[in-house]
């Protein structure tokens, strides 16, 4: 039987890897052209999404050093590659929801504050506005995200 406490985390741990599908799945939903609209100030969708998975490993990097290494960065080059952005943010949602179980077992993660509910607060609140951002991006671009995949960013009881 499972205690409150570890429900609790188990509940936590299948809330980040919902928001990991949810990003993936806007990825999935940009089209090619959309993913490197140079025409914007700022990021493009592309490097949002590299962004995304660098500072997942920046994260590692100093709370994980052992989850860190196990990442590649995402080079210039495939940041308008949809596949390689995609094999990037599998990897590094994975070793955050390692950190994640890791911090939940201990009460801690080194080097953050307050705790580890805060922490995936935290990740999923920074992914979040950037995925609002890429929506933006893309709209102003000519390149908006379609009508499905927009709404379906909310469906988390199916991603």
Known sequence: MNSPVSELSEQLLDTWRISVRV????????????????DLTGRTPGQQF??????????LEHTAPDLHA???????????????????????GAAIEELLRRGLDSGRIEGYRPHPAAF???M???????????GVRLSQSGHPLGREVSYGLWKWGVR
């Open 70 to 92: 196990a990442l590649a960065d995402v080079e210039e080059a495939e940041m308008g590659d949809r596949e390689a952005l995609r094999r990037a943010l599998v990897a590094s």
């Open 124 to 134: 999923v609140a920074h992914e979040a506005y950037h995925l609002g951002d890429i």
């Open 50 to 59: 590299a962004h995304v998975h660098q500072v997942r490993r920046m994260w």
């Open 23 to 38: 990003g993936i799945y806007a990825l999935e939903g940009v089209d090619e052209e959309g993913l490197c609209a140079a």
């Open 120 to 122: 995936a607060g935290y």
